[in-house]
């Protein structure tokens, strides 16, 4: 039987309490002056700017003297937890390393040719590539090992950086934000501490630099303690990834749209050569579509069949797997302010992503280094008051980021409307540099939106080119403790059908059905924090749980 629902209506409320904590330091707290929760392109690219800076003041005599700054990862390595498609825009990078030249950057390949393809099942129409997704002179890359090159180079510069440390709180002084507490290591499925506990550590900041990814929750935290509203809420898309060891060399960058995708659905797949033997392919899909029963891993599988992919996946080897969310909600859903006091949010956690285009990274990196900036000045006059930190909020607001997606401010709202009628709306976006409609397409957030539970797609796999969800998670080298304690919160009752959508929903078959009730598989988590969007809640869990990621 179809059913309609929302599923707002049984999702937990956000746990702002036990993310912003008005509490003293523990005694044995570490002190620091600068810190960065996540290791990503954005933390670490601010980290590096940061310490630049103090060091070119030092030597010129500017007084700062040392400043100790620390970047905190919850994965067990550096890059552990990174994905991305990724086709990077060099231009923050070169911003970042002036002395060093492109074929210096840890990138895979120069873009020289490219391809957009309008699929049907068994079809493929080559079409003119849109003006926004062209990337002649970008460069196809592994964001894991762009973020291990830019620790080795934080590092370098004696940045502290400490992997396997997952923020759970933020720390607060009246409204100005003192540091962070991680979540405790070592404990059982029950709660109890077992032989290997390590309880949680609070390091307090003069400045937290919130660079911790897609679907933050500490920025859902501290957003929501401090009232900040964007014009739009943040709506999301989730994105499934394979790396390929490959017999035939892939010559171009493939984009397309169409086929596996209902009309109903906003997304489109990529396939990118990261070498003569190497490719990642993946399929990106927002989480505002209508068929609750859509399955995006399910569709990936799908996808690689087709005569498009097939041709470069036959007789080759899947080496990794990965998924994650993706920002989409652009310029009307960037917060009213993204700093305050003893605070700064960048990157993904920020929404600096612009879907049009498909790229996020240069923007987390180049919100990072202007973070950094606005800390410097802020620590050189003494003052990290949310009025002195503003000027991180005037240095983006005045970038290119913003601009960017200002021009795009309505593309991804358009498609709300179908996939035709937003794709005419979104040519006529782009001939008039975002002015077409005028105004703002409202959206609501992606829990808010009405679910039918429609047809489920029939799949099995061969294990050769398609695989299961469990199979996909050994290859994302999970390497959670099956003892871990849940890191998701569950709402009260789940209905058979609302069950159903989360364990269609999530690609690492987290969420299954038995005798209609809902299981939850919390060890098989990867991360990518979908359910987080539509259902259950997700939190940071011990650290060096989840994937580790090498090549994605």
Request: proline content about 5%.
């Amino acid at each position: 039987m179809t059913q309609r629902f929302t599923p707002l209506d049984h999702q937990p409320a956000l746990q702002t309490s036990s993310l912003i904590r008005n509490e003293k330091p523990d005694d044995e707290a570490v002190p620091m002056d600068v810190v960065f929760v996540g290791g990503g392109a954005a933390g670490l690219s601010g980290a590096i700017e940061l310490a630049r800076l103090v060091q070119k003041d030092n030597e010129a005599g500017g007084g700062l003297r040392e400043v100790e700054i620390a970047v905190l990862d919850k994965g067990a390595e550096l890059g552990h937890h990174n994905l991305s498609g990724a086709v990077i825009n060099p231009r923050a990078i070169r911003e970042l390393f002036p002395e060093l030249k492109d074929e210096d950057f840890p990138f895979r390949q120069k873009v020289e040719r490219e391809s957009v393809y309008m699929l049907g099942e068994k079809s493929a129409r080559k079409i003119p590539t849109p003006p926004t997704m062209k990337n002649h002179g970008n460069y196809t890359a592994s964001l894991c090992e762009v973020v291990r090159w830019l620790g080795e180079k934080a590092e370098g510069l004696g940045v502290n950086v400490f992997t396997g440390f997952p923020a759970q709180s933020l720390l607060t002084e009246g409204n100005n934000v003192i540091g962070v507490r991680t979540v405790p290591a070592g404990l059982e499925r029950d709660g109890s501490e077992g032989s290997n506990f390590e309880p949680a550590m609070d390091i307090t900041a003069r400045v937290t630099v919130l660079s911790d990814g897609t679907r933050s929750s500490l920025a859902q935290g501290y957003n929501e303690w401090q009232n900040i509203e964007s014009a739009n809420p943040q709506i999301y898309a989730l994105g499934v990834k394979e790396i390929w060891e490959v017999k035939k060399p892939l010559d171009r960058i493939i984009h397309t749209l169409g086929w596996p995708l209902p009309k109903d659905a906003f997304g489109g797949s990529w396939m990118y050569p990261l070498g003569d033997d190497l490719v990642s392919l993946g399929l990106v899909v927002g989480l505002d579509y209508d068929n609750a029963n859509l399955d995006v891993h399910v569709m990936l599988q799908k996808l690689k069949q087709h005569p498009l992919f097939k041709e470069y996946l036959d007789g080759g080897r899947l080496d990794e797997w990965g998924a994650k969310t993706i920002p989409e909600g652009g310029y009307h859903s960037l917060g009213s302010r993204r700093s305050g006091d003893g605070i700064v949010i960048v990157g993904d956690a920020a929404g600096y992503v612009d879907v049009p285009s498909l790229k996020g990274i240069h923007y987390a990196m180049q919100s990072g280094i202007y973070a950094a900036r606005a800390i410097f000045q802020a620590l050189k006059a003494d003052d990290t008051s949310a009025a002195k930190l503003a000027e991180y909020d005037r240095l983006v607001d005045e970038s290119y980021i913003v601009s960017d997606m200002k021009k795009t401010r309505n593309m991804r709202l358009a498609f709300k409307s179908g996939f035709f009628m937003g794709g005419v709306k979104s040519v006529l976006m782009t001939l008039t540099g975002g002015r077409f409609p005028g105004g703002r397409i409202h959206s609501e957030e992606d829990a808010a939106e009405e679910k039918i539970s429609g047809a489920v797609t029939e799949f099995t796999p061969d294990g050769e080119l398609t695989f299961s969800k469990v199979d996909a998670v050994f290859k994302s080298g999970n390497a959670t403790r099956d003892t871990v304690p849940s890191h998701l919160t569950v709402g009260e009752d789940v209905p058979e059908h609302v069950a159903k959508m989360y364990a269609h929903m999530c690609p690492a078959e987290v969420y299954d059905l038995r005798d209609g009730k809902l299981v939850v598989n919390a060890p098989n988590c990867v991360d990518c924090k979908a359910t987080d969007v539509l259902g259950p809640r997700w939190e940071p869990r011990e650290g060096g749980s989840g994937p580790r990621y090498r090549r994605m």
